[in-house]
Nanobody, 121 residues
Framework: QAQLAESGGGLVQTGGSLTLSCAASGRTFTNYAMGWFRQVPGKERDIVARVSGIGTYYADSVKGRFTIYRDYAKNTLYLQMNSLKPEDTAVYYC????????????????WGQGTQVTVSS
């Protein structure tokens, strides 16, 4: 059974950094797009970044601050987050989509349980 498991969330001050990890098990996702989404209470889950066979995508709000990358040997996805802001506070989810251009959460088949990131001002 394929599973995704996030780790690395926590509490950090404004301007700080965190690296989120998403370990995949049960199958490889070599031919899948892998994405990071985030959600705050009362709002929809929005895509933050995506890596796939057609390249990488970043939401405008994180461009220049976040970096998504994957280690195929470890079957792990990462999100390096720098210059964090209070508005980055959210639950972060990793997900896998069979669509290289997957942008909407409905296009993603596999999901992790989420990890909380809190940025204090």
């Amino acid at each position: 059974q394929a599973q995704l498991a996030e780790s690395g969330g926590g509490l950090v001050q404004t301007g700080g950094s965190l690296t989120l990890s998403c370990a995949a098990s049960g199958r490889t996702f070599t031919n899948y797009a892998m994405g990071w989404f985030r959600q705050v209470p009362g709002k929809e889950r929005d895509i933050v970044a995506r890596v796939s066979g057609i390249g990488t995508y970043y939401a405008d709000s994180v461009k220049g601050r976040f970096t998504i990358y994957r280690d195929y040997a470890k079957n792990t996805l990462y999100l390096q987050m720098n210059s964090l802001k209070p508005e980055d506070t959210a639950v972060y989810y990793c997900a896998a989509s069979p669509l290289n251009w997957g942008m909407d959460e409905n296009q993603y088949t596999y999901w992790g349980q989420g990890t909380q990131v809190t940025v204090s001002s």
